[in-house]
């Protein structure tokens, strides 16, 4: 029988949770379309994709330092659900909703092709300004970039929770992932709020 390795089974649970703090901002983005408008993003992985296309080109190509390859990558996914919402999602209103989820997957094909041929097909690296010496943790070693990917994550999540709990849009939000009908009845706008959904989802997959 195979001996039990304590501190192996520590580091495989560390970088779980860390990596799934990280995973969580992702889902978080998958929810609030599914919430806002019903529909399944079946776009969602190539929205991650498209957004570290962005940053890697901001780097890559302009050679703009790291935080300002951050901030033109959130813009930009931020502009691209605003858009999408527009173009696409918005004529969509009140379709079945398999029409919806049939152009999610149009957007998926659409951004994994218009990617390549606006990035290229090879690799791109980020020059990240965080330390590669682990990060000791009692008998466990952290990767430092898992570590700060966690915190920012739990950051966000913290922030994100103020959001829709105190914010006044976030509270409309929530309205109109309850019920729609009811929102509209109460005054709100339901289509600017989709919009919202989508930019907000764009902002998680940056982060």
Do not use: C
């Amino acid at each position: 029988m195979p001996e039990f390795d304590l501190q192996f089974t520590l580091f495989l649970l560390t970088n779980g949770v860390m990596i799934g703090l990280m995973y969580a901002l992702i889902a978080l983005g998958f929810v609030l379309i599914y919430k806002a408008t019903d529909a399944i993003n079946f776009a969602q992985g190539e929205f991650v994709m498209f957004a570290g296309f962005i940053a890697a080109g901001a780097a890559v190509f302009a050679h703009a330092p790291f935080w300002v390859a951050a901030l033109l990558s959130i813009g930009g996914m931020v502009a691209l659900g605003f858009a999408l919402e527009r173009v696409v999602l918005r004529p969509l209103i009140g379709q079945p909703i398999i029409s919806v989820v049939m152009a999610t997957i149009g957007l998926a094909a659409v951004l994994r092709g218009g990617a390549v041929l606006a990035f290229g097909a090879g690799t791109r690296n980020i020059a990240i300004p965080i330390p590669d010496n682990p990060i000791p943790l009692g008998s466990v070693t952290l990767p430092p970039v898992e570590v700060v990917g966690a915190l920012v994550s739990l950051l966000f999540l913290a922030g994100f929770t103020w959001f829709f709990l105190k914010s006044r849009v976030g509270i409309a939000m929530r309205a109109v992932a309850d019920s729609q009908q009811v929102a509209m009845a109460m005054g709100i706008n339901v289509r600017r709020y989709f919009a919202f959904a989508w930019a907000i989802s764009g902002v998680t997959r940056q982060i």
